[in-house]
């Protein structure tokens, strides 16, 4: 059997800083230069950021969206898929990754945090959340080498 490719959700805040947008940016980009996958809630802010860092690096971006139209997608997503069940895709969000990739963000990256511990998924705080379970980053660098350490144990599984 083929392997899969890697997918990598990054979640954050949909009303972000400058700062904020530039480490989504990066993380993105990092996530493209990879060769993952990027899935994120295809609308703005942290999301978008990631979406547009990931497709500058030549990398693919799936949308997991709240409503039902496609066209609420952010312009940087390659496949969006609309779900109508809102905040409920939170879940879908957190347990279709490989590896979480967490930002600053309000309640619902907190959900997704939590969801993506319960399902047992990797997730690299980058957000400053100190939530048990979670894997501390201080930076992009350092989040990019835990998730090379994290893809090798995933294709040696």
């Known amino acids: ?31 493209g230069e990879l060769g993952c996958v990027l899935v994120c809630g295809g609308l703005g802010g942290a999301m978008e950021a990631a979406a547009l860092g990931a497709k500058k690096a030549g990398g693919i971006t799936i949308g997991i969206l709240p409503g039902k139209d496609k066209r609420d997608a952010n312009s940087h997503i390659d496949i969006a898929l609309p779900t109508s069940i809102g905040y409920a895709r939170n879940t879908i969000v957190a347990c279709s990754a490989d590896i979480i990739v967490a930002l600053p963000g309000s309640f619902g990256t907190n959900s997704e945090i939590c969801y993506g511990l319960v399902y047992g998924r990797p997730v690299i705080d980058l957000g400053n959340w100190n939530i048990e379970g979670m894997i501390d980053a201080k930076n992009v660098a350092d989040a990019e080498e835990k998730i090379k350490k994290l893809i090798k144990k995933i294709h040696n599984a």
């Open 1 to 31: 059997m083929r392997k899969q490719k890697i997918t990598i959700s990054v979640i954050g805040g949909s009303s972000i800083s400058a700062r904020v947008e530039d480490l989504a940016e990066s993380v993105g980009r990092m996530i």
